[in-house]
């Protein structure tokens, strides 16, 4: 019985189908269908033994989970519906961790904002903290410490600012400490002090120089959700919006991510994903991709994965080394896999706002080039097998109508692209945590626009996508995944044009996407000199 207990909630104890893409799914509010049928589509129950030890948890929590067992304590992830075994009673301290806790971040505050309604994820996490037995542990002196990307929604400055914040808090009995931060060592302090009654700090935020070094980040126990495996931390790139960006860039060694895979595979898990803020970045000290170290890495990853997909990559890393992402795709579409997924930030059409808010995400191109650089990307990245969902910042204090407009325009640009375009309100992160949310209220009709096109792009391409995304789903449980995914982009759509909310783009010559490698002369290749 462990006497340190961690767990998230149904909507992040879950494998989303098999498809850590549709974990987006849990981001919005269950609209006109019962929350039951959400539940099916996008986070369905995750396994468990008779414990209530999961068979996959997410990654993070398996990292916390695994520095406190190397620590010498008794601590196990715990699925959310079997909490009431540990409590009250053998559990002393219970550590919580999300995405999203309650639905303030992007995607969420967007469809909160467009629907008017509480996001599931915010939904399932206040229904988990509210059940009597976590309650009435909490009454008992039990102790609860919230961390995860997160932690911030829960710290006493949010809760000052959001007053319903705080009634929820008050209402589970309190929460000890916040810890925002990479917690992989702290988490003993925390915890070993939680066990041994001492006064606990409200809210610690461990300072990026305090990150912990590659060697002392555990290497997880046991299995992750959808096979997601680390392979660095960090980002150089320096956004204004982002918080990844403070810390130190750090890169595993090979050895260190085959543990992690393997540990994966043990359990079955044949298709899996390599997380990192950049995975072309992979073992570079600046802004040029290694192919040296990167095409070893999709080798070893392909020997425990059918499928091997991609958390984030960015656009001009992508660009940097056009020539790159073919030597991938042979690695990686081979046997069962066609195809890749993988998530990147677009954020603008504008160059303007390049300039302002994250000059970094271009380099080494100049501001000027971004649209450009886009759409050559959606070229190289389709001609290549890649199927992005590529996230758009809609309000950043910075934005006038004409960056809205030229946004706009890139979405034109890339309406064959086969992609989901997600346009997403502004939240403050990063070092823009200061300024203000950006709320439904403010959305100008231009914003308006942005959103449909984006609606409707995604509509459109869904539908193709559909057939791509479950290849691998044969026979009777394939076709009923199609149908039930097929029905609910159909029903997105009657909403969408009962509502208004299509739109289709308006210029007559729309410019083709090409690929920069039939076009190589068209982006002058950067000559920075890779150390
Ligand atoms: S490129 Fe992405 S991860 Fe890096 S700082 Fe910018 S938004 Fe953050």
């Not at 959808?226 to 980002?235: M, Q």
């Amino acid at each position: 019985m462990p006497e340190v207990v961690l767990t998230c909630d149904w909507t992040m104890m879950s494998n989303h189908n098999g498809k850590e893409f549709l974990g987006f799914g849990t981001t919005t509010p269950a609209l006109v269908l019962p929350e039951a049928a959400y539940r099916r589509l996008f986070y369905p129950e995750m396994k468990t033994d008779a414990d209530g030890h999961p068979q996959m948890a997410p990654y993070g929590l398996r990292k916390v989970e695994a520095s406190l067992i190397d620590g010498g304590f008794d601590a196990r992830i715990i699925h959310p519906s079997f909490l009431s075994r540990y409590m009250p009673g053998e559990a002393k301290v219970l550590l919580i961790s999300g995405h999203d806790y309650l639905a303030l971040n992007p995607p969420s505050t967007t469809f909160a904002g467009i629907m008017k309604k509480e996001p599931l994820n915010r939904v399932n996490f206040m229904r988990m903290m509210r059940q009597p037995h976590v309650v009435e542990a909490r009454r008992r002196g039990m102790k609860i410490i919230a961390g995860g990307p997160c932690a911030w929604q829960l710290s006493p400055v949010t809760r000052q600012k959001l007053g319903w914040i705080d009634e929820f808090v008050r209402e589970i009995g309190g929460i000890d400490t916040v810890v925002e931060g990479e917690a992989d060592l702290y988490v003993r302090e925390i915890v070993g002090k939680a066990l041994r009654g001492e006064p606990l700090p409200e809210h610690v935020i461990i300072p990026p120089k305090e990150a912990p070094k590659v060697e002392q980040i555990s290497t997880m126990r046991y299995a992750s959700v959808n096979g997601l495996t680390e392979i660095g931390r960090g980002c150089c790139r320096g956004c204004s919006f982002c918080s990844v960006t403070q810390r130190p860039t750090r890169w595993y060694p090979l050895e260190k991510i085959e543990a992690e895979l393997a540990i994966n595979r043990s359990v079955g898990i044949t298709d899996g994903l390599l997380h990192s803020d950049d995975v072309l970045f992979y073992g570079s000290p600046n802004i040029m991709p290694r192919e040296e170290k990167i095409l070893p890495l999709m080798q070893m990853a392909k020997k425990y994965y059918e499928h091997v997909g991609w958390s984030h990559v960015a656009v001009a890393t992508l660009m940097t080394k056009p020539n790159l992402l073919p030597k991938i795709h042979d690695i990686l579409c081979t046997g069962s896999q066609s195809w890749w997924g993988v998530e990147i930030g677009m954020e603008t059409g504008s160059p303007r706002l390049i300039t302002k808010a994250m000059p970094g995400k271009v380099a080494p191109f100049r501001a000027s080039q971004w649209p450009e650089l886009v759409v050559q990307a959606a070229g190289l990245l389709n001609d290549n097998s890649v199927y992005p969902a590529c996230t758009f910042i809609v309000g950043l204090p910075q934005e006038t109508e004409e960056d809205v407009i030229k946004t706009i325009d890139l979405f034109d640009d890339l309406w064959d692209f086969k992609a989901i375009l997600v346009p997403m309100f502004f939240v403050p992160l990063g070092h823009l945590e200061k300024k203000d949310w950006f709320k439904r209220d403010m959305v100008t009709e231009r914003q308006k626009e942005l959103m449909t096109r984006a609606l409707s792009h995604g509509i459109r391409q869904s539908r193709d996508l559909l057939n791509v995304f479950f290849e691998n789903k044969e026979g009777f449980s394939g076709r009923a995944y199609r149908t039930a995914f097929a029905s609910f982009i159909g029903f997105i759509e009657f909403i969408a044009r009962e509502k208004g909310l299509m739109s289709e783009p308006k210029r007559d010559s729309r410019t083709p996407i090409e690929s920069p490698l039939l076009h190589p002369e068209r982006i002058p290749l950067p000559t920075i000199p890779v150390r």
